[in-house]
């Protein structure tokens, strides 16, 4: 028997586990597609991965207030809360998680009826991701901070970011160094840049909020019918952080028709079209609640969260693969490469990026 089976029928389904499929794209946790023998609901089983996430139960916690919360509000809209959000299936001992030797696990409902996007396909489709970001971040402009568990400490911290990549090219645990001594010293140029958005916001020039700080593309699902955005998922970096990473975490994978791994640089291209796109569909969002400080920062969010991410893949080659998920060699390098040329290309339209959202703020 398919051993997930026996973990699923750990939580309060509709009936018993007949099928565990893997699903997905992440690179963190493990998910599975669950159906019961009543054929009528799916499920969401997913195994945290606990090295990343050290307090499961914390994370847990900060899950069910933030989509308490969520769905409260999405009611109140006259929306539809078991579709527009995450819903926690307890286990039968009313759980949140169930722990064996094989790592500590999760249930939500699945959303059937949807799709997720691995690169953007149009921009139509990216403004209207850009909508359910927007919207997501404007749900929760009055969720209570202080409430909220902080699941990875430091996780835009860029500063501290650029230090633990220091400390991997130092350890050069795998012999990895002098083989990418291009995309180090890429990373070296960029250290006072680093430092930018963390300074402003301890200084006060940039609110903390609640935010997601994992804005990709295939964190939205879509309504296959009408392919409209339906609900935001993967919660687990809900905390306080900066508006502006959460709208330059989704530039950085969606404004460009690569895939983030694609090996080949020729096709990695920062489309500025896309990038109007998201700014429209973004500040048209939750424009309204953003400091003036906040809209003006937007094209350095982009550059920060795709230069950050691209130091991650490094720092993570350079210490063997162990945080990233990998199905090939090189692909934590490859995907270090394509973000440096997307930060790259963003620099060069610096100018462009800051009159596009002066033109929607
Ligand atoms: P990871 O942290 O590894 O990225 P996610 O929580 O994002 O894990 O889940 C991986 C993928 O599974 C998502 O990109 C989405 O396609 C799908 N998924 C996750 N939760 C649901 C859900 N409740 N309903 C439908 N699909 C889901
Ligand atoms: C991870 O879990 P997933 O695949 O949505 C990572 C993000 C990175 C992203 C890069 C908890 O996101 O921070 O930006 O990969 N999530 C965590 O694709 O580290
Ligand atoms: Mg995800």
Redesign the pocket.
């Known amino acids: 028997m398919n051993r997930y089976l026996e973990i699923a029928d750990r939580f309060q389904l509709d009936g018993r586990a007949v099928s565990a499929e893997s699903h997905g ?5 493990d998910t599975f597609l669950v159906k019961t023998q009543t054929g009528e609901k799916y499920y969401i089983l997913q195994r945290i991965n606990t090295s ?1 996430f050290k307090n499961a139960e914390a994370l847990m916690d900060n899950i069910i207030l933030v989509t308490d919360f969520l769905r409260e509000k999405i009611s109140k809209a006259g929306g539809d809360s078991q579709r527009e959000t995450m819903n926690v299936v307890l286990t039968r001992d009313g759980k949140t998680l169930y722990r064996n030797e094989e790592g500590c696990w999760r249930v939500y409902m699945f959303i059937d009826g949807t799709m997720t996007m691995q690169t953007c396909e149009s921009a139509e489709q990216f403004y209207l991701s850009a909508c359910a970001f927007g919207h997501f971040q404007k749900l929760l402009a009055d969720f209570p901070a202080d409430k909220l568990y902080e699941s ?1 400490p430091n ?1 835009h911290n860029t500063k501290s970011r650029f230090l633990d990549f220091e400390a991997a090219v130092e350890k050069d645990a795998c012999g990895r160094a002098a083989s990418v001594a291009e995309e180090i010293a890429f990373v070296r140029a960029h250290k006072e840049f680093a430092a930018m958005l963390v300074d402003m916001q301890e200084s006060g020039e940039l609110p903390l909020r609640v935010t997601h ?2 804005t ?1 593309l ?2 939205v699902l879509f309504d296959e019918k009408t392919g409209r955005p339906l609900a935001v998922v ?1 919660l ?2 809900v905390m306080p952080g900066l508006s502006v990473n959460d709208f330059g ?1 989704s530039i ?2 969606g404004a460009t028709y690569a895939a ?1 791994d694609e090996p080949d640089l020729g096709k990695v291209n920062f489309e500025i079209s896309l990038f109007e796109c998201y700014t429209k569909g973004f500040l048209g969002e939750c424009g309204e609640l953003l400091t003036e400080n906040e809209k003006r920062m937007l094209p350095v969010g982009a550059m920060m ?1 795709t230069f950050e ?1 691209g130091m ?1 893949f490094l720092t993570d080659y350079l210490s063997g693969d162990t ?2 998920k990998i199905h090939r060699e090189n692909q934590n390098l490859d ?1 270090c490469r394509t973000q440096f040329k997307l930060v790259s290309d963003m620099e060069k339209a610096r100018e462009q990026m800051d009159r596009i959202v002066e033109k929607y703020s």
Request: net charge negative; charged share 40%.
């Open positions: 794209d992440g690179h963190i946790n990343v990875i996780f700080n994992d990709k295939n964190n993967d687990d970096t975490d950085r994978f983030e969260m991410c991650r945080y990233f995907r």
